[in-house]
């Protein structure tokens, strides 16, 4: 059995000026890369998946836009290294990353990446319904402030909630700085 780590939408659009910045992308982009350097180094296999909305279906991430486009420091460093294009939320949805980790032998995901109340969430949900073990590298995703009957939830609040809910599904949340 293998390792392998998943990199969820890193793409431009969810930092400053892009269309939709989410609270601290930066700081858990750094991270990230760091994650997927490690995994490099061990001779892990890396995926990175680009969410791709289509033109009139969203106000972020259209395709054939420059937001969509992946953070120029993590993209993939040779033809091993996947860019696994979705329209979903879950990154296993209509994109072949099963058979894509199944082929490798991989039960280990190790995930990163934007945003953490949505795309990740759905993704490491999925990988855990797949009977994945999967580890969260928390500090090496980033989740957008949120508003839910009148309360403004900050960034970080929202990023902490689908943290905690997906360590009490089953996944293994770790942090690479955070106390």
């Not at 350097?37 to 033109?55: I, N």
């Not at 969203?58 to 033809?79: E, H, I, K, N, Q």
């Not at 949120?146 to 089953?170: I, K, Q, S, T, Y």
């Amino acid at each position: 059995m293998a390792r392998g780590t998943l990199v969820i939408d890193i793409q431009l659009d969810y930092f400053p000026g892009g269309a939709y910045p989410l609270s601290g992308p930066g700081p858990a982009a750094e991270v990230a890369r760091s994650v997927v350097d490690d995994a490099r180094a061990a001779g892990d296999w890396v995926g990175f998946v680009q969410h791709l909305a289509e033109p009139g279906e969203g106000s972020f991430l259209v395709a054939g836009t420059t937001g969509a486009d992946l953070l120029p420091t993590l993209t993939p460093a040779s033809d091993d290294e996947p860019i696994i294009q979705k329209t979903r939320p879950n990154s296993f949805i209509a994109t072949g990353l099963e058979g894509i980790l199944a082929e490798r032998d991989i039960d280990e995901l190790t995930v990163v990446g934007m945003m953490s109340s949505m795309c990740v969430d759905a993704t490491v949900r999925a990988a855990l319904d797949l009977g994945l073990a999967v580890t969260v590298v928390e500090d090496g995703c980033a989740a957008p402030d949120l508003e839910f009957g009148g309360v403004e939830v900050p960034g970080e609040v929202v990023h902490a909630a689908f943290m905690a809910a997906l360590r009490d599904a089953g996944a293994s949340v770790v942090s690479r700085g955070r106390g």
